[in-house]
């Protein structure tokens, strides 16, 4: 079982920045591909960044690959979302997940939303234009 805690969205100028945190409970959490995914007002979520067990392996959506950034400190339990260049239609709730996946999947990057088991609660960032 693993309970994940987002933080540090806010409202945040058009071309600004920000940083995401996602901090995990449970003592498997080496074991979790992890994800960030995102749901604006009146559209559905959509896969954002993910990352394998060991943060060796990393994928985007197309429309943040060079300005986003997923990492992971297995160490503090935690992943994050580095977001530059923001763009006002990137307002949304930005959700972590999470996934546990066999030794043999280690490499693996989860991209599909129904292949995570376990969510946050969501943390809102609003890019004013």
């Known amino acids: 079982q693993v309970q994940l805690v987002e933080s540090g969205g806010g409202l945040v100028q058009a071309g600004g920045s920000l940083r995401l945190s996602c901090a995990a409970s449970?003592?498997?959490?080496?074991?979790?591909?992890m994800g960030w995914f995102r749901q604006a007002p009146g559209q559905e979520r959509e896969f954002v960044a993910g990352v394998s067990w060991t943060g060796s392996r990393m994928d985007y959506a197309d429309s943040v690959k060079g300005r986003f950034t997923i990492s992971r400190d297995n160490a503090k339990n935690t992943v994050y979302l580095q977001m530059n260049s923001l763009k006002p239609e990137e307002t949304a709730v930005y959700y972590c997940a999470a996934t546990p996946l066999p030794p043999l999947q280690r490499s693996k990057v989860v991209r599909q939303e129904v292949e995570y088991d376990y969510w946050g609660q969501g943390t809102q960032v609003t890019v004013s234009s």
């Open positions: 449970g003592r498997s959490f080496t074991f979790y591909a």
